[in-house]
């Protein structure tokens, strides 16, 4: 796929911000007292913005952004509808939350509200998840660790902003980067859980994507006889080999997992392992995340293979 940076901007962006959302609204509701009024509020409202950032980015990506309304239109049969929709409702629900917290409210509303931003970013998240996971014409975003990578790297990149927010007032709280720390090393394990899948998973071939993996053989004939492409379709470039016929070289696409995984993973672990938790060095550990993270998502985007390529001359995705 051709990767666009208002898509990947939108899945990095707003991922951290959802993620920062949630755990800020946990950490108030069950452990009150470990995060001041102060981080809770402006934490959560930088993870609103965040989402909000991203959510408008997407729209970019649209030959004509004005019919992004038409997004809500299938609740009940698309991941992209049941996405924009439960966004709209996180909006009032966590704008409300946040302003309770910034007058100092506390209570059940505050709880009830922070239980309802935290359900409702979790939905939103998954529903941006399955978006990819859902469509089997990619087999590289077919995959139960599509939607483990999108909620890991959120809250990954979230705990990390959430720490920057707390040691900008005080000293961070162990067990904020202790959790910081689990989240890290999960998401690292199921990036390369899902890296090693790519690499192990059946090449999805035109005989398996027309329905006859095994050939066909005409009554009497002595052997089965393999589907093949007798014309590409096309004799210059479409939409469609513009869109979906991007080609990655294998060399190219090693460098840069080489450097997601060490922006994105290998130099915040190891601060959040070695370092005493001040706000620039948290600051600077959260930034090289959310870089890595932008690196890991173009190559998302960019390697994966569509289906569709196999009717333009592709042997196998």
């Known amino acids: 796929m051709k990767p666009a940076f208002s898509i990947i901007f939108f899945t990095v962006g707003s ?7 949630a755990l800020t609204a946990l950490f108030d509701v069950f452990a009150s007292g470990v995060l001041s009024s102060q981080v809770v509020w402006r934490s959560a409202f930088l993870g609103l913005v965040l989402t909000a950032a991203g959510l408008a980015s997407s729209t970019m990506h649209l030959a004509n952004p004005k019919n992004a309304w038409r997004s ?6 698309s991941w992209l509808s049941r996405e924009a929709t439960l966004a709209v409702a996180l909006f009032p629900v966590a704008g409300l939350y946040v302003l309770l917290v910034a007058r100092g409210s506390a209570g059940v509303g505050r709880s009830l509200l922070a239980l309802a931003s935290v359900a409702l ?9 399955m978006i990819y996971a859902s469509l089997k014409s ?3 975003w077919h995959t139960r660790w599509t939607p483990v990578n999108y909620a890991l790297l959120g809250h990954w990149s979230g705990a990390l902003l959430l720490a920057t927010a707390a040691s900008a007032y005080a000293a961070a709280p162990p067990a904020l980067l202790a959790l910081a720390g689990a989240l890290g090393f999960a998401a690292l394990a199921a990036k ?3 890296w090693y899948a790519l690499v192990r998973g059946a090449p999805t071939t035109l005989s398996h994507a ?6 066909v053989r005409a009554p009497g004939a002595p052997e089965s006889v393999r589907a093949r492409l007798f014309e590409a379709g096309h004799s210059r470039g479409t939409f469609l080999t513009d869109e979906f016929g991007f080609v990655l070289a294998r060399r190219h696409a090693r460098w840069l997992r080489a450097i997601a995984l060490a922006l994105a993973f290998a130099v915040p672990l190891v601060y959040l392992l070695s370092v005493e938790a001040r706000w620039q060095a948290t600051l600077a550990s959260a930034l090289c995340c959310m870089i890595g993270l932008l690196v890991e998502r173009w190559l998302f985007f960019a390697e994966a293979r569509h289906t569709v390529r196999l009717y333009h001359g592709e042997a196998r995705t």
Do not use: E, H, K, N
Not at 210 to 215: K, N, P
């Open 15 to 21: 991922g951290a911000g959802l993620g920062l959302l």
């Open 192 to 194: 390369l859980a899902y």
């Open 72 to 77: 809500f239109a299938r609740v009940r049969t």
């Open 138 to 140: 990619i087999r590289q």
């Open 121 to 129: 970013a979790w939905a939103v998240l998954v529903c941006t998840a």
């Open 210 to 215: 027309i329905g006859v993996d095994s050939g």
